[in-house]
Protein backbone atom coordinates (compact mmCIF):
# COMPACT_ATOMS: atom_id res chain seq x y z
CA UNK A 1 0.00 0.00 0.00
CA UNK A 2 1.37 3.56 -0.58
CA UNK A 3 0.79 5.64 1.78
CA UNK A 4 -0.16 9.68 1.66
CA UNK A 5 3.38 10.67 1.48
CA UNK A 6 4.45 8.37 -1.39
CA UNK A 7 3.25 9.77 -4.19
CA UNK A 8 5.92 12.21 -6.47
CA UNK A 9 6.13 16.13 -5.04
CA UNK A 10 5.61 16.83 -8.84
CA UNK A 11 1.73 15.77 -8.23
CA UNK A 12 1.04 19.34 -7.41
CA UNK A 13 1.05 20.57 -10.97
CA UNK A 14 -0.85 17.76 -12.15
CA UNK A 15 -3.32 18.26 -8.62
CA UNK A 16 -3.77 22.01 -9.70
CA UNK A 17 -4.67 20.93 -13.35
CA UNK A 18 -7.09 18.26 -12.22
CA UNK A 19 -9.11 20.36 -9.83
CA UNK A 20 -9.41 23.00 -12.31
CA UNK A 21 -10.90 20.01 -14.75
CA UNK A 22 -13.02 18.63 -11.77
CA UNK A 23 -14.41 22.11 -11.55
CA UNK A 24 -16.28 22.28 -14.33
CA UNK A 25 -17.85 18.79 -14.42
CA UNK A 26 -21.29 19.11 -12.65
CA UNK A 27 -22.48 15.12 -12.59
CA UNK A 28 -20.64 11.66 -12.46
CA UNK A 29 -21.62 8.70 -13.52
CA UNK A 30 -21.68 5.75 -11.26
CA UNK A 31 -19.31 4.03 -12.45
CA UNK A 32 -16.94 7.14 -12.53
CA UNK A 33 -17.57 8.28 -9.35
CA UNK A 34 -14.93 6.39 -7.16
CA UNK A 35 -12.28 7.32 -9.73
CA UNK A 36 -13.52 10.88 -10.00
CA UNK A 37 -14.09 11.50 -5.88
CA UNK A 38 -10.99 9.92 -5.00
CA UNK A 39 -8.78 11.54 -6.81
CA UNK A 40 -9.95 14.86 -5.90
CA UNK A 41 -9.55 14.05 -2.62
CA UNK A 42 -5.44 13.17 -3.22
CA UNK A 43 -5.49 16.45 -4.71
CA UNK A 44 -7.22 18.62 -2.35
CA UNK A 45 -5.28 17.09 0.42
CA UNK A 46 -1.91 17.63 -1.89
CA UNK A 47 -3.12 21.19 -1.90
CA UNK A 48 -3.39 21.60 1.51
CA UNK A 49 -7.13 22.19 1.55
CA UNK A 50 -7.90 18.69 4.04
CA UNK A 51 -11.46 19.26 4.80
CA UNK A 52 -12.53 19.69 0.94
CA UNK A 53 -10.38 16.25 0.82
CA UNK A 54 -12.35 14.50 3.31
CA UNK A 55 -16.03 15.66 1.85
CA UNK A 56 -14.36 13.65 -1.42
CA UNK A 57 -13.01 10.94 0.46
CA UNK A 58 -16.42 10.46 2.11
CA UNK A 59 -18.00 10.59 -1.18
CA UNK A 60 -15.60 8.32 -2.89
CA UNK A 61 -16.25 5.62 -0.03
CA UNK A 62 -19.53 5.67 -0.66
CA UNK A 63 -19.43 5.21 -4.23
CA UNK A 64 -16.73 2.47 -4.03
CA UNK A 65 -17.82 -0.87 -5.60
CA UNK A 66 -15.76 -3.51 -5.02
CA UNK A 67 -13.70 -4.39 -1.99
CA UNK A 68 -10.18 -2.77 -3.67
CA UNK A 69 -11.81 0.70 -3.73
CA UNK A 70 -12.94 0.20 -0.58
CA UNK A 71 -9.69 -0.52 0.86
CA UNK A 72 -7.71 2.00 -0.85
CA UNK A 73 -10.48 4.55 0.46
CA UNK A 74 -10.30 3.47 3.74
CA UNK A 75 -6.38 3.39 3.63
CA UNK A 76 -6.89 6.79 2.73
CA UNK A 77 -9.01 8.25 5.25
CA UNK A 78 -7.02 6.46 7.73
CA UNK A 79 -3.77 8.39 6.99
CA UNK A 80 -5.92 11.07 6.10
CA UNK A 81 -7.07 11.15 9.52
CA UNK A 82 -3.43 10.86 11.15
CA UNK A 83 -2.10 13.88 8.79
CA UNK A 84 -5.08 16.23 8.99
CA UNK A 85 -7.88 14.93 11.50
CA UNK A 86 -11.38 16.22 10.31
CA UNK A 87 -11.94 19.58 11.86
Known sequence: HR???????DALPICKTAISA????K????DRAFP?????????WRLDN???????????????????ETQRIEDFLEQLNRVS???
Open 22 to 25: FAGI
Open 50 to 68: ASEAWRLAESAAQAAKTPE
Open 85 to 87: PPQ
Open 3 to 9: NLHSFPH
Open 36 to 44: FFSTAAYCY
Open 27 to 30: TVSP
